[in-house]
């Protein structure tokens, strides 16, 4: 499984940005997905994940200004972040859970990361 996001850019603060991670490979089946991000200077933290039945947790930071979708049949999961501020300033990665099939029947539990997308707010 490959994850390519995008959507990351500018913003002023109080604006808005949506981020895209889509999953494509062969013979899979996504559980949980989530977004992280890494600030200047931190350690990257999770930012809210969703499970397969579409149940999302937030980080307290980012709770009433960021949601997270999916759409299962485009395997692909959404943050859509509004009134942004320049805390929010990081590269955003997406990870994604998921079962792998392989042709001999066999089935292994994985994740996988996409590439980062930088987010940057302006004050």
């Known amino acids: 499984v490959q994850l390519q996001a995008s959507g990351g850019g500018m913003a002023q ?4 940005l949506r981020l895209s991670c889509a999953a494509s490979g062969r013979s899979f089946r996504l559980n949980n ?17 969703i499970s397969s039945g579409g149940s999302p947790t937030y980080a307290d930071s980012v709770k009433g200004r960021f949601t997270i979708s999916r759409d299962n049949a485009k395997n692909t999961a959404y943050l859509q972040m509004n009134n942004l501020n ?18 001999d029947g066999t089935v292994v539990a994985a994740r996988e990361w996409g590439q980062g997308t930088q987010v940057t707010v302006s004050s």
Do not use: F, K, M
Not at 33 to 49: C, K, M, S, T, Y
């Open 33 to 49: 997905i989530g977004w992280h991000r890494r600030r200047p200077g931190r350690q990257r933290e999770l930012v809210a994940d």
């Open 86 to 103: 320049p805390e929010d300033t990081a590269v955003y990665y997406c990870n994604a859970d998921y079962w792998s099939y392989s042709d």
């Open 13 to 16: 603060t109080g604006g808005s």
